[in-house]
């Protein structure tokens, strides 16, 4: 089945312990980016991935890391979570970076502590 | 800075009524514009892609419609279910993604 995993789909942290979601999709998409959702923000991008080793920042970076070594992974990195990045986090992909669909994985939802 | 906006927040009406919900952002410089909707505490299901070249877009009950020169889309929702319930954003694209808040939307049986 088609499809963007994330895991974990829930994570408890504290404050500065390094943490790594991952995002995998199989549908060969050159574009992945990731968001994070916040009541009466709505959904911001964190970082977005146009091909392999291509990365460029979104509208709220700071705090992330993101890398793409390969083409199906594309995990989101907190070096020093805080509390203010308490969210829910979605990963996306679309096979083209202009022209197709997004498709999204079914969230992670962080707690920092 | 692309701005997005999605009026009404929220609408609530009955079963059967066909709706539009209204989608604005202020730079046209677009790849594309996409609906999606979301149920509560899910991610989000693409509805329809509107390339910048196009003026419209159809999937069974929705039609989304875009007029890139005034910032405009519309996702116009007929004989709305139940089921229908669900928040819908908007959002273009440019290299990056910027979406709107979103309209919640209830369909009383």
């Known amino acids: 089945e088609a499809q963007v995993t994330q895991n974990p789909r829930y994570l408890i942290t504290v404050t500065g312990k390094k943490l790594t979601v991952t995002c995998s999709q199989n549908?060969?998409?050159?574009?992945m980016s990731w968001y994070r959702q916040d009541p009466g923000l709505g959904l911001r991008q964190i970082y977005y991935s146009m091909n392999v080793e291509v990365t460029d920042k979104g509208d709220v970076p700071e705090g992330y890391k993101v890398s793409r070594k390969e083409k199906r992974n594309f995990p989101l990195i907190l070096e020093s979570p805080s509390p203010n990045q308490t969210s829910l986090y979605f990963c996306?992909?679309?096979?083209?970076?202009?022209?197709?669909?997004?498709?999204f994985g079914n969230g992670t939802r962080l707690t920092v502590t | 800075k692309q701005e997005v906006t999605q009026i009404p927040a929220a609408l609530s009406v009955p079963e059967g009524e066909n709706l539009v919900l209204n989608c604005s952002f202020t730079d046209s410089a677009i790849y594309n514009l996409q609906w999606f909707r979301q149920d509560p505490g899910k991610g989000l299901t693409s509805l329809l892609l509107i390339q910048s070249s196009q003026r419209e877009q159809t999937s069974g009950r929705l039609n989304a419609s875009l007029d890139k020169s005034s910032g405009r889309s519309t996702l116009y929702i007929a004989a709305s279910q139940p089921g229908d319930s669900a928040t819908y954003l908007c959002?273009?694209?440019?290299?990056?993604?910027?979406f709107g808040a979103g309209t919640r939307l209830t369909v009383k049986p």
């Open positions: 959002a273009v694209r440019r290299g990056d993604m910027r």
């Open positions: 996306a992909s679309s096979l083209s970076p202009t022209g197709s669909p997004l498709h």
């Open positions: 549908m060969n998409h050159e574009y």
